[in-house]
């Protein structure tokens, strides 16, 4: 019935293998056996395309194709201090790749620690479901789409979504697709955040939106602590370690397959999955390098 959908480069393949072994984790044998998993890449070469396809099968996914794919020549990015144009890969899923009836779309920079597949029950034709983001969770009170509120004050206060976990009706991505061309098009000088300011920018225009409750894209903000204490004013909830997270997204700069990442509770139970997914490339027999951080 379901298909999810991750967009990986050269620079996030190791993460991406993580992100496959994480999803696999979540789901029971049988719903791993019934679902897919759908890549999206445009620089990955026949042998790391091989190993994500045999992590695939061996993690107990029934289906698994990988394309190669462009993005949006409207594609801005604004912010490329960490984020590549491989971010805007996650609007070129189609009906005909995807052969599923839905697509749960995640990002490579993430834990699974529960079912994702939940929000679909309620997702009705032409929404894509979406999570509230942390950190930039209002229009015009947050860095996000910068002049919009002073162009369109009728939007002041109304939710901001983060793109990092995505439900939507595989019938619907083309539209989707031409809703963020037409954004970038039009509207080029209010994005700041990439491809996600030009998702929001078409949320707006549709209210095609289907709120997700928080714990399907819960931000990993204890590396942001070690740091500093600016968190602590933008993110209302409480800062401790989340157990009834389903997904942690490990959003910023500071991953935690990096060396220099600050060890938080979150990032060591990361890095354990990590250990567990090259355990599984091990037996593969695949020669891939263990990041400096797992040394």
């Known amino acids: ?104 779309y995640v990002d490579a920079d993430v834990l699974v620690r529960g079912d994702l597949t939940t929000p679909l029950h309620a997702l009705r034709p032409g929404e894509v479901g979406a999570v509230r983001d942390e950190f930039n969770p209002s229009v015009g009170g947050c860095p996000a789409l910068p002049g919009v509120v002073d162009r369109w004050p009728y939007l002041r206060d109304r939710p901001y979504y983060n793109a990092g976990l995505l439900w939507a009706h595989a019938a619907d991505l083309p539209r989707i697709r031409h809703g963020v ?30 709120p997700v409750g928080a714990a399907y894209n819960r931000f990993e903000v204890g590396r942001y602590l070690e740091r500093g204490d600016w968190v602590r004013r933008v993110v209302s909830r409480h800062l401790r370690p989340d157990p009834a997270a389903r997904l942690l997204h490990f959003v910023g700069p500071e991953k935690p397959w990096q060396a220099d990442c600050p060890a938080t509770a979150d990032v060591l139970e990361y890095r354990a999955l990590l250990k567990r997914t090259l355990r599984h490339v091990r037996a593969l027999g695949a020669a891939h390098p263990e990041p400096v951080g797992l040394r």
């Open 181 to 210: 061309a037409q954004a970038l098009a039009r509207h080029r000088r209010h994005i700041l955040h990439n491809d996600q300011d030009a998702l929001n920018l078409w949320f707006l225009r549709t209210g095609r939106v289907r």
């Open 1 to 104: 019935m379901y298909a999810f959908g991750i967009c990986i480069d050269r620079h996030y393949l190791t993460p991406g293998l993580a992100t496959i072994a994480s999803l696999a984790d979540s789901l029971s044998p049988r719903a791993r056996k019934a679902a897919a998993l759908r890549l999206l890449s445009f620089d990955l070469g026949p042998p790391q395309a091989l190993l994500l396809a045999h992590l695939a099968k061996r993690v107990g996914f029934g289906s698994f194709a990988l394309a190669r794919r462009s993005p949006l020549r409207s594609a801005r990015m604004a912010d490329t201090s960490y984020i590549t144009v491989t971010t805007y890969l996650r609007f070129e899923f189609t009906p005909r790749f995807v052969r599923r009836p839905y697509l749960v």
